[in-house]
């Protein structure tokens, strides 16, 4: 099963900033906070992903609580292109990376 | 551009047949390749790591002699579906992980559908 909650759906005005909240309250000390979209009918794609610190990279922030048990990722200013499922993983870093246990994730549609 | 490929991206096969379904890693060596299924309105489910120059390694319940996997060389992975019937019609999606950043790249998936 999977070790995080995200709640089944969103709506964003396109342009407006995108807040995807995911809750992993069991992760452990050396698991990483991995985040994952799926447009449709196309394989997942990598989004960002961090440890303890906020990340940030060309296309998302990661907000990660100082006790680890939720993190947010947020998309500045979202586009009709960002709607997809988002997907939050809780995984250790490295070797046997295809144990991604993807939960239902969040279902982001951009409004125009 | 595209880190993995999958090809075909979409097939249609007749119950009884066989399907293969290659995985190709273009812009690194792969020695562990990955491959998931996803059912309509799913999510991912992995189904098994390829191993290259070993035997692969199938999560619980994927029946190994009915997915079979072979992992060619550094950079290709196939998947064969052996009597591929109805029930079998799903998403196949394959990974590769990433050398350095801890990401995993997933190919475009094939989508096949058994009459």
């Known amino acids: 099963d999977a070790k995080t909650t995200q709640p089944p759906s969103m709506d964003c005005a396109e342009g407006r900033a995108a807040n995807l909240p995911c809750n992993h309250s069991?992760?452990?000390?050396?698991?990483?906070v991995y985040w994952y979209r799926q447009i449709h009918s196309q394989g997942p794609q990598y989004i960002i992903h961090?440890?303890?610190n906020n990340e940030t990279n060309e296309m998302a922030s990661l907000i990660i609580t100082e006790d680890r048990k939720s993190s947010t990722l947020i998309l500045p200013h979202a586009t009709l292109r960002d709607t997809a499922v988002y997907y939050c993983?809780?995984?250790?870093?490295?070797?046997?990376?295809?144990?991604?246990?993807f939960g239902k994730g969040t279902k982001l549609s951009v409004k125009p | 551009g595209a880190v993995v490929s999958q090809h075909p991206s979409w097939v249609i096969c007749k119950s009884g047949t066989s399907v293969k379904i290659e995985c190709r890693s273009l812009?690194?060596?792969?020695?562990?390749m990955f491959w998931y299924r996803q059912f309509p309105k799913q999510s991912l489910m992995l189904m098994a790591t390829?191993?290259?120059?070993?035997?692969?390694?199938?999560e619980q319940g994927v029946e190994k002699d009915k997915f079979l996997i072979n992992h060619a060389s550094l950079t290709l992975s196939t998947l064969t579906v052996t009597s591929a019937h109805p029930e079998d019609s799903s998403f196949y999606i394959c990974?590769?992980?990433?050398?350095?950043?801890?990401?995993?790249?997933f190919g475009e998936g094939s989508r096949l559908t058994v009459l």
């Open positions: 990974s590769v992980p990433g050398p350095n950043t801890g990401e995993l790249f």
């Open positions: 069991t992760i452990s000390g050396n698991e990483y």
């Open positions: 961090g440890l303890k």
């Open positions: 993983i809780v995984s250790y870093y490295g070797g046997s990376q295809g144990n991604l246990i």
């Open positions: 812009d690194f060596q792969a020695t562990t």
């Open positions: 390829s191993n290259e120059g070993s035997k692969a390694t199938y």
